[in-house]
């Protein structure tokens, strides 16, 4: 059974850095994309960040290019989000999720497996 457990959010100013991890276990974590998302209240889930299964392609929402950074370290099992210059409207649960493809998708319905989301409060 894949399961999958985020870590590293937090409260922090208008600015600052966050990092997340997610640790997978369950199943070969290097043979599939992974992807961050996060959801607001009264908002839908949407796509932040995403990365191939070698780690050798990414892809980024345009609100957050330039700002944060996907990376994975398949030895560990896990998937990293470096988050810079973080913005109040960056305030959201953050999840990671992971599907059957190698490659990356930037929709919801394309990933089986989630975690249970860690919270990220960014104050201005």
Do not use: H
């Not at 994309?33 to 607001?40: L, N, V």
């Amino acid at each position: 059974q894949v399961q999958l457990g985020e870590s590293g959010g937090g409260l922090v100013q208008a600015g600052g850095s966050l990092r997340l991890s997610c640790a997978a276990s369950g199943r070969t974590f290097s043979r599939y994309a992974m992807g961050w998302f996060r959801q607001a209240p009264g908002k839908e889930r949407e796509f932040v960040a995403g990365i191939a299964w070698s780690g050798g392609s990414t892809f980024y929402a345009d609100s957050v290019k330039g700002r944060f950074t996907i990376s994975r370290d398949n030895a560990k099992n896990t998937v990293y989000l470096q988050m810079n210059s973080l913005k109040p409207e960056d305030t959201a649960v953050y999840y990671c999720a992971t599907g059957t493809w190698a490659s990356i998708a930037t929709i919801p319905g394309a990933y089986e497996y989630w975690g249970q989301g860690t919270q990220v409060t960014v104050s201005s």
